[in-house]
């Protein structure tokens, strides 16, 4: 039995001995011969007096109960003024839309049923036993925040600004302060509030994107992204991230989020430093930093719904699939509705304690636990309890959607408390028919997690205290009582808080005590030259980094900080380094650029480090790039090429012919073992030049502006010439003859035509002919389609595919293959399926109806009719390995399992909890049920160039599109022209047309089979 195996038996185990003292659900045949509705039973609430007793709390924990119903109902967000009142967030309306979506179709959600409320402990036991509605009437509330007496509060499309100024509790300012957040799909809400270390607020902006407005005015636009803004201007950006559910900072401000399935996410590049260069592609901006991984194993006490059990009787009632392990046969034990990734910041635990994160499974009656601990620029997060979850019910009610830092050090948790969470998009319609989806709509709970001795503290009020109580509660070991004084003290704008300020910053023995000194100094406008340089000498790196984010302000004027920012290139914290490189950037002085040319020297190994460095490369691009290109040493390094050929990208993206040129020159002189370099550099310049409707050649040629000198010309051409000798010289290394290939796609046509096309023929190895393929792709000459075509009959299979990706890139090129195509010359075979369902819902009119003619009705429109064809594949005998075979044909392009295949739709393993009837749907009507990450986009550039695929990832100045194969296309936000969404799945329909019914059954056999990738 191999390793992987043994792995997932143990988890198996052990999931089904959690669930050991929960009653299960028996599969008998009595059952099955029950209707459905008595298969159905509904599960009981738990009263809350009785509450405490369904928890299981490790390491001697316990929970409290602080407020229930009818005090709070539906709570998913809470905070805490300055003189301890708990302001909550209830998301009355849950789990349906008022409106007609795609994902609830019918609407008919309640109206404005949404609540903020205010509970009050007012005897001083702990127990919140005042309950005031502070205001009502609005929609789906996810999020509360104080703020100047009053609160923000999100309910989509808006934010609001509730505030009570006649002391009777209620808000009688209510002010839509921002408007155009999306509303289509109830879990991908903006949400979670919060302040950050720079006096600013930031939210989650989860996945729906919007188009905000500031009292009437165009602000902003967010696509999968977070934001933030400032109160007082009320400026309001976007941030990276994006994800679901949850945000939270830790102490030093590092930023973490989750989605349904990936429990622990960091953000790992700020947008404020990307944005300021337009033309750095970044793929990436968060890292997922599970170490047990994004949908890691959860070890819940609750038993199985009856619902969930019902689709799992579906699944068991084949007999193969009923001899499976535990994890298989139950619909339950991996994360698969995580919420609220947060960072515990109090002092009231032990102090192991600070700094873990806690993690709520709504659907798992659960809360997970981890350390974090960093790892480089970003974080490993490791489960801190094995084997059983810190926080676990056996209530199926029990619903822990957020957490809070609350005033007396400890961690609350917010229990929407509901009978169902799941999306009603999610819930086959005929079990669905006998669930209450709303039921608990008027229950919930908040507890108080509590560690055994526990000391319990009295929280200060803080509302009416001095600038020096304030000042002292920076040093607090609780993150309310710090935050809370910094905010105040920020939006009093005293200035009385410097001296004591500047005093805690010098003498403090609180790391976070100085930390907060600097960050508040910065707000109320006090911070100088003197308090950045106590910082940057500060023994504790996390201040270090902090001053030396926050030193952009006084460094151009302070030749002091200046000399202090350089020395830190050698820093032995990383993220001091790192912060250094981002900062670099904001410094207008020769040294700031000579640091950061040392830097890329230094850490050009480092992914991270280089993205930070690029970012700061702006203006001083140009002189950056040729110091590097003339440093033999740096040039031969083995990650030199990364960062060299994005400055070039970054100096032909720019509006200086006279800097490309210059560049030009020197890369083309470079020697001849350099040709790797000149290859990315020069694909770099061609695609930076494209940006500006130029190319190399146009370069070459002058004009009145920017002459050529011939000395540079004939450099040039003679590189050209090297190359095309290189490319045809059979006796030269293959990845030589590669590399001059693609510096010929930077030639003019007339000159490489005839090379390039001579290497398309089969007696040239396949991996040159592609090559030659994309080069003469890469050209913008009207006769290329012509070329690609001519030898068509000829190709391979894979360079046939390549011609078919160069010419669907192109709207002119793609008609010229529609012209092929109803010529003859190309047949509709020949064209694979993804292909065709890109071109059958092209955004270009004429490409689409021509599609549309040409292969419209290859495929039945009739979906259901489809399906229902095919339900006899569900009745024959599959064959697994046989399964595996057609998998691989058909689906490995954009699926993978062990190493067969490459990840771009959703991991097949998640599919365990479908019934055969489920992934027969998933897999002939793709768009029935499609989630929305998987929708496909397509993308016209400002050099005409089309490009398709989901979105899975957006920076400041960049998106990520995915497609089959793997293949990815980072593209610049400069050079998008257009952006639509096809409205379809990546996965095409029709693929009735290549898997027969015994081959589905096949299929479907090899899918059910699929475990859970082993944790790395």
């Known amino acids: 039995m191999n390793t992987r195996t043994c792995h997932l038996l143990l988890i198996a185990s052990l999931v089904l001995l959690a669930l050991a003292s929960a009653p299960l659900a028996v599969f008998s045949a009595d059952d099955e011969e029950k209707p459905l509705a008595d298969r159905l039973p509904r599960i009981p609430a738990t009263e809350a007096d009785k509450a405490l007793d369904t928890f299981e709390v490790q390491r001697g924990f316990s929970l409290e109960t602080v407020a229930h119903e009818p005090n709070v109902a539906d709570p998913v967000s809470a905070c805490f003024d300055e003189n301890g009142r708990m302001f909550v967030a209830e998301m009355h309306g849950y789990p349906y839309s008022q409106e007609p979506t795609k994902l609830n179709p019918q609407g008919g959600g309640k109206q404005d049923a949404g609540i903020v409320r205010m509970l009050e402990d007012t005897n001083g036991d702990g127990i919140y036993d005042r309950s005031v509605v502070f205001a009502d009437k609005i929609s789906w509330c996810t999020s509360v925040l104080c703020y100047r007496g009053g609160v923000f509060v999100i309910s989509p499309p808006h934010i609001y600004y509730f505030k009570d100024t006649n002391g009777d509790d209620v808000a009688d300012i209510r002010e839509i302060v921002y408007s155009g957040f999306g509303r289509g799909n109830v879990q991908a809400l903006p949400n979670n509030l919060k302040w950050g270390l720079d006096n600013k607020i930031y939210g989650a902006g989860a996945s729906l994107g919007a188009e905000i407005t500031n009292r009437g005015e165009k602000m902003a636009k967010i696509g999968q992204q977070d934001f933030r803004f400032d109160p007082v201007s009320e400026k309001l950006e976007p941030q990276s991230g994006g994800a679901q559910f949850g945000m939270s900072f830790d102490d030093w401000g590092n930023r973490f989020l989750a989605t349904n399935s990936n429990h622990m996410i960091h953000v790992v590049y700020p947008y404020e430093y990307l944005v300021r260069n337009p033309y750095l592609p970044v793929p990436g901006v968060t890292r997922s930093i599970a170490k047990e991984g994004g949908a890691a194993p959860v070890f819940r006490r609750s038993p199985p719904e009856p619902w969930r059990v019902v689709r799992t009787k579906r699944r068991m009632e084949n007999p193969k699939f009923a001899k499976n392990a535990g994890t298989e046969r139950f619909a339950i034990g991996f994360f698969t509705s995580a919420t609220s990734p947060t960072i515990y910041q109090g002092s009231a635990y032990p102090p192991e304690y600070r700094g873990n994160a806690f993690i709520g499974d709504v659907g798992g009656n659960l809360v997970h636990r981890k350390t974090v601990e960093s790892d480089g620029a970003s974080f490993v997060a490791t489960r801190a309890d094995e084997n059983v979850e810190f926080i676990a019910s056996t209530d199926n009610w029990f619903r822990p959607v957020n957490f809070v830092n609350a005033p007396d050090g400890t961690l609350y948790v917010l229990d929407m408390y509901r009978e169902t969470i799941e999306h009603p998009y999610s819930i086959p319609e005929d079990i669905k028919a006998h669930l209450d989806l709303e039921s608990g709509h008027d229950r919930g709970r908040i507890y108080r997690l509590v560690s055994p001795d526990m000391q319990r503290i009295t929280p200060p009020k803080l509302g009416k205290a001095s600038v020096e109580v304030l000042v002292k509660n920076l040093e607090s070991p609780n993150i309310w009582n710090r935050e809370t004084a910094q905010r105040l003290i920020w939006e009093r704008q005293d200035k009385s808080a410097v001296a004591p300020l500047r005093k805690l910053l010098r003498e403090s023995s609180s790391e976070l005590g100085r930390l907060h000194a600097l960050c508040t100094l910065d707000g109320i406008k006090s911070l100088k030259a003197d308090d950045v340089l106590i910082g940057l000498s500060d023994p504790h790196a996390g201040v270090r980094q902090h001053a030396v984010r926050l030193s952009s302000t006084v460094a151009d004027k302070s030749s002091e900080v200046m000399s202090q920012l350089v020395e830190l290139v050698d820093d032995p914290d990383y993220r001091v380094r790192l912060q250094l490189a981002f900062t670099l950037g904001d410094i207008a002085q020769e040294e700031a650029a000579e640091a950061l040319a040392q830097m890329a020297i230094q850490y050009s190994d480092d992914k991270e480090m280089r993205i930070a460095i690029l970012s700061s490369m702006t203006a001083n691009a140009p002189a950056v790039a040729l110091r590097l290109l003339a440093n033999d040493t740096f040039r031969n390094t083995a990650r030199s090429v990364e960062i060299l050929s994005l400055l070039a990208g970054i100096v032909a993206s720019g509006k200086n012919p006279a800097e490309t040129i210059k560049l030009l020159a020197a890369i083309s002189t470079l020697p001849e073992d350099s040709l790797n370099v000149q290859r990315r550099m020069l694909k770099a310049i061609g695609e930076g030049l494209a940006r500006n409707k130029s190319s190399i050649g146009k370069l070459l040629a002058g004009d009145k502006k920017h002459k050529v000198p011939d000395d540079v010309k004939q450099s040039v051409a ?299």
């Open 718 to 1016: 003679a590189l050209f010439t090297r190359a095309g000798e290189t490319a045809i010289d059979e006796k030269a290394p293959p990845a030589n003859r590669s590399a001059a290939v693609e510096i010929l796609a930077y030639a003019d046509f007339d000159t490489v035509a005839d090379t390039l096309t001579e290497l398309i023929t089969p007696q040239t190895p396949t991996a040159l002919q592609i090559a030659a393929v994309n080069a003469l792709s890469t050209q913008n000459d009207a006769q290329v389609a012509g070329v690609l075509l001519e030898g068509w009959r000829g190709y391979f299979p894979a360079v046939r595919a390549a011609v078919i990706e160069a010419l669907i890139r192109s709207d002119d090129r793609t008609q010229q293959l529609l012209v092929a195509m109803g010529d003859g010359e190309v047949t509709s075979a020949e064209l694979p399926r993804d292909k065709k369902q890109l071109l059958l819902n092209h955004q270009n009119d004429k490409i689409r109806a021509a599609a549309r003619k040409l292969f419209g009705g290859e495929v039945s429109g009739d979906r259901g009719k489809v399906v229902a064809d095919y339900q006899a594949a569900l009745e024959l005998e599959g064959n697994a390995e046989r399964g595996k075979k057609v998998f691989e044909k058909t689906c490995s392009v954009c699926h993978k399992v062990g190493e067969l295949g490459v990840q771009v739709g959703p991991d097949l393993a998640s599919t365990q909890n479908k019934t055969p009837q489920d992934l027969l749907v998933n897999i002939l009507d793709p768009n029935r049920e499609a989630l929305p990450q998987y929708t496909t986009y397509s993308v016209v550039t400002s050099a005409g160039k089309t490009l398709s695929g989901i979105v899975t990832g957006e920076s400041a100045n960049s998106i990520t599109l995915l497609r089959a194969e793997g293949k990815q296309d980072v593209v610049l936000r400069a050079e998008i022209d257009v952006l639509a969404s096809n409205g379809v799945s990546l996965m095409p329909e029709g693929l009735e047309k290549d898997i027969p019914p015994q081959a589905m059954a096949d299929l479907l056999a090899f899918i059910r089979q699929i475990k859970p990738a082993k944790a790395k």
